[in-house]
């Protein structure tokens, strides 16, 4: 009987949560759970922000990075996270099929500009540039992650140094274009400027036998010492295309595009410097697996870098503690950011996932189902901190009780690979412990 009885508990759960999923469309989040339960104005709704929340960060193990929104190239040296720096791989198009460079052709110059898009740091801090040429094709229906490295040439045919000016509009022979980096890449001597020159009628007819002989670029910066940024950058814009200037027999001043299209293979390559450079207490908890600084202080970073788990431990037995059923009317996650740094600034949105039985996979939480506005994650100035909904996995929990798997949550800045953000977060028991914690808010009904 007691089996029966248990089943039959459950039963009514989640007839509750069925009903509660369908008054939560017509009512403000903090009203859901109001109208479930008959003349609730008998009942009493309860708060607590005391539920054990353990969390700690781990170092990414590698994200994907294929033809990202924007492709990111620069250095930054950062005081608590230390030195990354984003490098990229592409492929090029031809402009027209068949193009013919003509009779004895010369070469004048080799050039690639790029447009900017944004950027995350310092951008008073120079940077270097180094180009080098592919020897192994990319294809656009392959998967590419952060820490993969393609074979490449030896010759830099950049060795370009400059400071990143993502918001100046550019000057170029009398016309004002939008901001954009423009890298020479050889001379009247190069080996690449001449190879590209010298490519036969059949290695320019199609933009498949031309990658073929022409694998792509890999740009990438040098290492900072200090400060730093990461460019974000457009490779697909109408301004963003290698130039070969050059002439012949019969035509002085000429010229040839080649671009970067959407469907054309591209993707980002990080390097953290085994995060050889960090602060010593990030290094603790992330390298020498001191999980126990995450109570003081969490962390997540872009880039395929940084992502923190997060559970609670003792909330499966909620219930049971307090002897009765419990109704979850509100549940919220807060993330505090320790740290509004205005230059290292945090990520606009934080993404929150459940995790699974298999380690590096996670499902969506029914919560964010219901959309943004109702399962948070945005970044809220006035009050530095992220604010996720979690009603519905809060309840799932104590429903499913002390005795079933629960493989907690994880969070990382959302849209990872094409941003260069970092956050510090304060832990469920910060120091000075006058900063806002790391805590669940519960508001919740007790039922018979």
Known sequence: MKKSTGLFTKQIFVVLGLALALSSCNK?????????????????????????????????????????????????????FGKTSAGFYTQFSLSTNGHSFGDNPVLDSLVLQIAYAGYYGDTTTTQY????????????????????????????????????????????????????????????????GNKLLNATEDEMASKENFQAFFKGLHLVTDQVTSGGAVTYLNLTANLSRMTIYYSNDTEDSLRYDFYVASSNARFNHFDHNA????????????????????????YVQSMGGVKTFIRFPHLGNFANTLGHKVLINEAKLILTNYDPDTVLTPPSQLALVAGTEEKGKYKVLEDQLEGDNYFGGTYKESVNAYEFRLTRKVQQIILDGPTEPNYGLYTFV??????????????????????????LKVVYTLID
């Not at 020897?135 to 950049?158: L, M, N, W």
């Not at 022979?173 to 050889?186: E, H, K, V």
């Open 28 to 80: 403000k989040p903090e009203q859901i759970g109001i109208g479930v339960i008959p003349d609730v104005g008998k009942l009493t709704a309860f708060y607590t922000d005391t539920i054990s929340v353990v969390a700690y960060s781990l170092i990414e193990d590698s994200i994907r990075t294929d033809e990202p929104s924007n492709i990111l190239l620069g250095s930054i040296k950062d005081p608590v």
């Open 129 to 192: 540039v180094r180009a080098y040429e592919m020897e192994e094709q990319i294809f656009p229906d392959s998967i590419y992650h952060s820490k993969r490295v393609i074979p490449c040439g030896a010759t830099d045919y950049a060795n370009y140094t400059f400071d990143p000016r993502p918001n100046s509009p550019f000057v170029y022979l009398g016309d004002t274009l939008s901001p954009l980096i423009r890298i020479r890449l050889s001379d009247i001597s190069s080996d690449l």
């Open 275 to 298: 995060y050889a450079d960090a602060d010593e207490t990030f290094k603790q908890q992330l390298i020498n697996g001191d999980t126990l600084l995450g109570n003081k202080k969490i």
């Open 414 to 439: 959302l849209g990872s690979s094409s941003k260069s953000n970092r956050l510090i977060i304060n832990g469920s028991q910060p120091e000075p412990d006058t900063l806002k914690a790391l805590r």
